[in-house]
């Protein structure tokens, strides 16, 4: 077949035309960039450029005027319409300019030089909740306040001393947990690491001077318990950020026979609600802006850190800590609401009967059909080889 028999007839929205001379003209968007002092030049470049069909049409015959109405009229409709191309096919395209010639020497003719532009598509960016900016916005909300809510309750005068001393003692249990949670965490030859324990060090060392400043010293505290979320991987540092929203259940509480054991028992409950509400928002932090891999682990992770958020909201609203009361709140409700949106896009955990030992492959290739999957399967059933997973009960496998 030749280009004569895969040529057509010229049309636009319908009305025909005759073709004397047609270009196409393409090209590339983008900014040349051209630097003093350099003789390379840099393109930037910003996609295809829309495609134009420039035609040199004409309609002839005894009737050419009703072709020639006909055609202007297709050529002024709005929106875009079908062109039949005789060398290019059928394309989606706009008329963006025409003109017409007519002349009484060449009776009977009118004569278009029309340029279609390609209309393409209409495509809207397609809407998706950031997840991980609303939790992280939730977060820095409820640590601002609870550093500021610690500033305004918690109060260490001059006199007596052991006020002091019980915030000192206090804050070193504090910095010890944190400490332990680090060699759980951290390799020891890490300089991130490093710094961190000698901020720890620090920071006992002074706690006592330190607790009379007390927004000072609960910007501190606060930092020191959720930076050591940064040293750990996301799984361990949710882990330790739980136990120590926990810290300091065991300490006894006093008998409030005076105003000063009622100041002390004030600054007790503050310094522990800062350590705990701290650990929680950053709990909440790593919650609600990683990536799960079942429905059941998502759903795992949400009764975990509501749980905790809940008790925390609970104990804030008990001594009049207000403003942590209803930040903490933005925090249960915006990692709530995340987990339970990434939850409803993942697969679930089924149990597949396993009667007989065979390769993981056939496995991955009977459940997903995809073989590669092998070894998937056998980190999530405790196998030591993906070739060989032994008869038993049952697999526990993905639902896709």
Do not use: C
């Not at 009484?104 to 003719?109: C, E, H, I, K, W």
């Not at 940064?230 to 120590?244: H, N, S, T, V, Y």
């Amino acid at each position: 077949m030749s280009w004569r028999d895969r040529y057509r007839d010229a049309s636009y929205r319908g009305a025909p035309f005759f073709v004397a001379v047609s270009e196409r003209r393409g090209g590339k968007r983008g900014e040349l960039h051209q630097y003093a002092g350099r003789d390379t030049p840099y393109f930037e470049e910003l996609g295809r450029e829309a495609r134009r069909f420039p035609v040199e049409a004409y309609v002839v015959g005894e009737d050419y005027d009703e072709d020639r109405d006909r055609l202007i009229a297709a050529l002024e409709s709005p929106g875009s319409g079908s062109l039949v191309h005789p060398y290019h096919g059928t394309e989606n395209v706009v008329a963006l300019d025409f003109t017409i010639r007519e002349s009484t020497r060449d009776g009977g003719m009118a004569q278009f030089s029309i340029l279609f532009v390609e209309a393409g598509r209409n495509i809207f960016p397609s809407g998706a909740i950031d997840r991980a900016s609303r939790v992280l916005d939730a977060v820095r909300g409820a640590l601002e306040a609870i550093v500021g809510e610690f500033g305004r309750i918690f109060n260490v005068p001059a006199t007596p001393d052991y006020l002091g001393q019980d915030a000192e003692q206090i804050s070193r249990d504090a910095a010890d947990e944190l400490r332990a949670g680090l060699n759980e965490a951290a390799s020891e030859d890490s300089e991130a690491a490093a710094a961190y324990r000698r901020d720890l060090t620090r920071f006992s060392a002074n706690a006592h001077r330190k607790a009379s400043n007390a927004q000072e010293f609960g910007e501190e505290m606060s930092a020191l318990v959720t930076g050591l979320s940064g040293l750990a991987e996301p799984g361990k540092a949710f882990e330790l950020m739980l136990r120590i929203s926990e810290f300091g259940s065991e300490l006894e509480v006093l008998t409030l026979t005076t105003s000063i054991r009622e100041t002390q028992e004030r600054n007790r409950l503050a310094l522990l609600g800062l350590i705990r509400r701290s650990a929680l928002a950053k709990a909440a932090e790593l919650a609600g802006t990683r990536t799960f891999a079942s429905y059941e682990e998502a759903i795992a992770f949400r009764t975990d850190i509501t749980r905790a958020l809940d008790l925390e909201i609970r104990a804030a609203g008990a001594i009049g800590d207000d403003e942590s009361f209803a930040r903490l709140r933005d925090v249960f409700e915006a990692v709530a609401r995340s987990i339970t949106e990434t939850a409803g896009s993942l697969a679930q955990v089924v149990r597949l009967p396993q009667v007989e030992s065979m390769p993981g492959l056939v496995i991955g290739w009977r459940m997903y059909q995809d073989p590669l999957r092998d070894e998937e399967i056998a980190a999530r059933n405790g196998s030591a080889h993906p070739g060989f997973l032994p008869a038993g009960d049952s697999l526990e496998v993905l639902s896709a």
